[in-house]
């Protein structure tokens, strides 16, 4: 039964002034071309959950992409149309970006075993998406602005947290939802449902993923390991069975949680300290995830996920060197600051954090966060041009002297720029560079 009410309250209690006046604009528009549109999906759960709300995504009963091309004329956006899809982007002046859907586009194949009734194009494009949570849609017509409509039940399933597909063949029109699920459970603390948990253990016990592309799996694997805790997720991923859908072979052991609540604590370690340095989250728990595998099974999941040359040379190379160096690091603790630099100097911050991980001596996590915190970014003052007023030619000899001086100025031996230079005019001299 659906489910309506006016949430225009809640619309200006929790959006900015300008995203209201965004909204009764597109429904502004949506009347004088005499088409019904709602804002629909993730932007309703979150406003009704009280989270943060982000995309816009509007459904135009009709053609979306003319609704998309009269509104960014209206407010002299830009608008990218996807004609294939019946989908665009208007991309506000200030950048802001509104995804626009048309409700008859065909998503996905329409199950065929599904009892054809009657339903409205939104209520259509509704009953094809995930999970009920999702379902939700605000009307932005003028008339009846912030009508929500809830066809499936999915008010009722936000206040019971719990995560439901809209039919029982869900996971068969798509597969990756069985990660979707899970994503979600684990971001809100829902349940998945008894009947939704019953296919999913279906879809694993006749392996609904086989066809599934790997690209697929690591695009909805990698959501899941980037969420803010993406533990309790990897947990439920493994009680279904499902790190066995990214290879066979893949299996956790006693140790795997303990080291994934490191890699929480290396990350949360590093986020307070560098705010806003991207780098891939994911890679250093999806390291842990496959440690116990061989080098050959890494390369056979790296294949299927179709891992770029990056992802590859991390998670491949970069990771076993980083278990060598570790390895070094703590059976001989460096006892200066440029050995410990020279040990460190080639890994990329993911690498430091999946060592910091990890490490089994609280020793060797501070010298990984003394090399990281401080020495990382030591640089020398010396310059190519001062080399040369010394007499060396520009060449192999430059690099030498320089790393010299950067190993001097790690070790504190000097200060100054003219320190510098005496320690390489001594070092020249050494080593009769200069004849
Ligand atoms: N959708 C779906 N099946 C999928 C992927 C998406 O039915 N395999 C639907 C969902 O109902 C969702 C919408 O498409 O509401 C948009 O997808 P996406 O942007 O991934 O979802 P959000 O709900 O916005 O999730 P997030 O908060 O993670 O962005």
């Avoid at 989908?87 to 002046?93: D, G, W």
């Avoid at 339903?119 to 995930?130: E, V």
């Avoid at 250093?284 to 050959?296: A, D, E, Q, T």
């Avoid at 294949?303 to 060598?324: C, G, M, V, Y």
Wanted: net charge positive.
């Amino acid at each position: 039964h659906t489910r309506k009410r006016n949430v225009k309250r809640l619309l200006d209690e929790r959006l900015s002034k300008q995203e209201v006046a965004l909204l009764r604009k597109i429904g502004a528009a949506g009347d004088k071309l005499g088409i019904n549109l709602f804002v629909v999906g993730g932007f309703v759960r979150d406003l009704l959950l009280y989270r943060k709300v982000d995309d816009m995504d509007i459904v135009v009963e009709g053609d979306g992409i003319s609704f998309a091309k009269s509104f960014a004329l209206m407010c002299k956006g830009r608008c990218n149309s996807h004609k294939k899809f019946g989908t665009a982007v208007v991309v506000l002046p200030d950048g802001f970006k509104v995804d626009v859907a048309s409700a008859r586009r065909e998503y996905y194949k329409f199950p065929a075993a599904l009892p054809t009734v009657e339903m409205s194009s939104i209520k259509l494009d509704m009953f094809r998406r995930d999970f009920t949570i999702n379902t939700m849609a605000i009307q932005l017509n003028q008339e009846k602005f912030g009508t929500l409509i809830d066809f499936f039940g999915a008010q009722r399933d936000l206040k019971d947290k719990t995560i439901r597909t809209i039919h029982n063949l869900s996971f068969v029109e798509d597969p990756t939802r069985v990660f979707r699920a899970i994503k979600f459970a684990n971001r809100f603390d829902f349940t998945i449902g008894k009947l939704t948990s019953n296919l999913i253990q279906n879809a694993v016990r006749v392996d609904f993923f086989k066809n599934l592309s790997g690209l697929r799996v690591f695009s909805e694997l990698r959501q899941i390991l980037e969420e803010d805790d993406p533990i309790p997720a990897i947990k439920t991923l493994e009680t279904y069975g499902l790190e066995r859908v990214i290879h066979p072979y893949l299996a956790f052991d006693n140790q795997t949680v303990v080291l994934l609540e490191e890699v929480k604590k290396a990350l949360a370690w590093h986020d307070l300290l560098f705010l806003d340095t991207p780098y891939l989250r994911w890679s250093i728990y999806f390291m842990v995830m496959i440690r116990l595998c061989s080098p050959k099974i890494v390369q056979e999941i790296a294949d299927r996920l179709k891992f770029s040359p990056t992802h590859q040379r991390i998670i491949l190379n970069d990771r076993i060197k980083a278990e060598q160096r570790l390895e070094i690091l703590e059976a001989n603790p460096p006892k200066s600051n440029s050995r410990l630099h020279s040990i460190l100097k080639t890994f990329r911050t993911e690498l430091i954090l999946y060592m910091m991980a990890c490490a089994k001596k609280d020793e060797t996590r501070k010298a990984l966060s003394l090399f990281y915190t401080k020495l990382r970014d030591i640089k020398v003052l010396i310059r190519g041009e001062h080399l040369i007023t010394l007499g060396v030619r520009p060449g192999p000899e430059f690099k030498r002297i320089m790393s010299s001086v950067l190993k001097a100025r790690l070790d504190h031996q000097v200060a100054t720029l003219e320190n510098e230079i005496d320690f390489a005019k001594g070092y020249i001299r050494q080593n009769k560079i200069v004849d």
